[in-house]
């Protein structure tokens, strides 16, 4: 008798992370939702994750617009599904209990089916209030154990021992929920391990349970874990559409329909209408850059655990940085910030936790620099590892950060925090004038500064497309707009031009273009500086945040500026006490390594 595999397609949210770095436009992709449709999958991943913050961080788009056009286009009926991170939610930062809250509530009212919610630690204490939340929204819990493989030669939690015992943690919580997910962000645990531990969870929950099983194609093994967990008595497993299937993202339908024939297992769909889908995908993603580490086996992930979902992510940000030479190095370096911080599962936030401390390792030197999030886990801020972090790293962590190790519970502390909540994030709407929507509230909690640019209409574009430019007509007397892709310190900005517009990035300006010759030097413009002290950024990145203007006094190690790098936000501080006497750049310039960024006198 043959059995039904349910699967979900993961190609517009999870596949959107680990091919575009999670910077897809929602009219680019809508066509595409709706031609799966018509080829009959009817369960999606429709948002959360990565793909919450990106659309106001690189799309210059609302989330929740998005989730109600998604829902538009699959109809009523069909499953859509996001995900979550306990007490993160859908952000970077831990959250207090209301904004937990508010997270299910806003998710149940734009669309949403069913909210796949996980713990990076495994900490279950991190998992018992949003859960409650989902179920008591209406909303189905699908909660996490999440799995990675240690890296050779290293010990400590991640087998089937240490998933068993989270799943009885889960169980002696009394989270409700109404499926189980085996999360592997990494696709590296290896399909022996997913059958015990998949084999041990059937036995727990008994033949009625729903069991999910989740992979990556980054190590080359999805297929045989698919399989492995198949065998041991999962239910459902996750799969993607092309482009984005293989490599970094789930293996594509058509793969894992191919790999089933002739087995007990059935898909259930008709695969030449999933060809006819997956073309649809293919014309609407055909102008967007395709890396080439998305659609590629890395065989030195086991090495080192990088999620396929933030892979790419990652990679964008350093090519936005101009820095993609430094990559194979900070792979390297991710086994050892893995070791000795605490063997928590590598993925998100986790894991871009230790591609910043890897970064940081790489960039300034072995542990010269402990990324504040990576110090804060290590020093227990967002709850309990697997097993304790380095003495060493802790020490340093301490030392750096100025913050004492906690065993207070990461929503604890949340909900102590004047700064966060719906109260303070209330506040900071009012002080901008936005109208008071749970939305905006939200908004302004999960993505802070970056959400309250978007609510002020100052959103950047950051999503990268392969721009055909269109060069002027030989005889100089084009009048149509003309485009560019322009080079600034290793940074490449698309530059449209129509008439006194100038559009960069997708962000316009009035501009007033003149004919005539360039000066060797700026009419008006300050003289070389004589200051005494010159600032120069230490590592590459976007100017977030200028604190102090010119003329103004300064301490020596007083912050200037604050850089934005690797979703980092880094200090940079003055070198002596003086004054100010020049900014040299501005909000949102980005700025290269040893680029000078003010003086001081």
């Known amino acids: ?45 429709a948002g959360g994750g990565a793909r919450y913050q990106s659309l106001y ?38 959250q207090s209990s209301d904004i937990i809250d508010l997270h299910a509530k806003l998710f149940k009212k734009h669309g949403i089916t069913t909210i796949r919610n996980f713990d990076a630690l495994n900490d279950v204490n991190n998992l018992v209030h949003s859960g409650q939340c989902i179920t008591n929204h209406g909303l189905k819990h699908q909660v996490c154990v999440t ?77 045989h874990g698919n399989m492995a967990a198949l065998e041991a008595g999962a239910d459902a497993i996750d799969l993607s559409m092309a482009p984005c299937s293989g490599g970094t993202c789930q293996p594509d339908i058509l793969v894992m329909w191919h790999a089933l024939r002739g087995t007990g297992y059935d898909l ?12 649809v995908f293919k014309e609407q993603m055909a102008d967007y850059f395709l890396p080439p580490e998305a659609v590629a086996v890395e ?23 101009g820095i993609m030479d430094k990559y194979p190095d900070m792979i390297k370096a991710m086994r050892e910030v893995v070791e000795k911080g605490g063997y928590g599962t590598s993925v998100t936030p986790v894991s871009q936790f230790y591609f910043q ?97 978007f609510l002020k209409g100052e959103a950047e574009i950051g999503v990268r497309k392969v721009e055909k430019s269109k060069a002027s007509q030989a005889d100089g007397s084009a009048v149509g707009p003309a485009a560019y892709d322009v080079t600034v310190n290793g940074k490449t900005y698309n530059l449209h031009i129509d008439g006194n517009t100038a559009t960069v990035n997708g962000k316009s300006y009035s501009v007033d273009l003149r004919e005539g010759t360039a000066t060797g030097g700026a009419t008006g413009g300050t003289a070389v500086a004589t ?34 790098a690797m979703k980092m936000e880094v200090p940079v501080n003055a070198p002596a006490s003086g004054t100010i006497t020049s900014i040299d750049v501005a909000v949102g310039e980005q700025v290269a390594n040893g680029q000078k960024l003010a003086s001081i006198g």
């Not at 997913?194 to 992979?215: M, P």
């Not at 200028?546 to 190690?557: I, Y």
């Open 357 to 453: 401390q890897a970064f940081n390792n790489v960039m300034f030197g072995k542990w010269e620099k402990i990324a504040p999030p990576y110090g804060k886990m290590v020093l227990g801020y967002f709850g309990k590892t697997p097993v304790s972090p380095d003495p060493e790293v802790i020490k340093l962590a301490s030392e750096q950060l100025e913050l004492e190790p906690t065993t207070t519970p990461p929503i604890e502390l949340n909900d102590a925090d004047p700064k966060k909540g719906i109260e303070a994030a209330r506040a900071i709407c009012k002080a901008h004038g936005f109208e008071e929507t749970e939305e905006n509230i939200f908004i302004v909690a999960a993505c802070q500064d970056k959400g309250v640019a």
């Open 57 to 94: 961080f690189y799309c210059n788009e609302d989330a929740f617009d998005m989730m109600d056009q998604f829902r538009a286009a699959t109809g009523p009926e069909a499953n859509l599904q996001t995900l979550a991170r306990g007490v993160n939610v859908v952000g970077l930062e831990s």
């Open 147 to 223: 799995l990675m493989q240690l890296p050779p030669g290293c010990e400590g939690a991640h087998d089937a021992d240490f998933y068993e015992k989270t799943l009885r943690g889960i169980l002696d919580a009394d989270i409700p929920f109404d499926s189980v997910c085996f999360k592997d962000a990494s696709g590296t645990c290896v399909p022996s391990t997913v059958h015990e531990t998949i084999k041990r969870a059937r036995q727990i929950l008994g033949s009625d349970a729903f069991i999910h099983y989740h992979t990556h194609e980054t190590a080359g093994i999805s297929v």
């Open 268 to 279: 259930g769909i008709d695969p030449d209408k999933i060809r006819e889908a997956e073309e």
């Open 531 to 564: 200051a005494a002290h010159e600032v120069h950024a230490q590592m590459p990145g976007k100017v977030l945040k200028v604190l102090l203007p010119e003329g103004s006094a300064v301490n020596e190690g007083q912050p200037i500026l604050v850089l934005e």
């Open 299 to 321: 065989p030195l992930i086991p090495w080192s655990p990088m999620p396929g979902g933030a892979l790419t992510a990652n990679t964008q940000m350093l090519r936005d940085n």
């Open 1 to 45: 008798m043959t059995k039904k595999v349910t699967f979900m397609c993961t190609a517009f949210r999870d596949g959107f992370q680990s091919v575009y770095g999670a910077r897809v436009f929602t009219k680019d992709f809508i066509p595409a939702v709706e031609a799966a449709r018509d080829a009959g999958i009817s369960y999606f991943e």
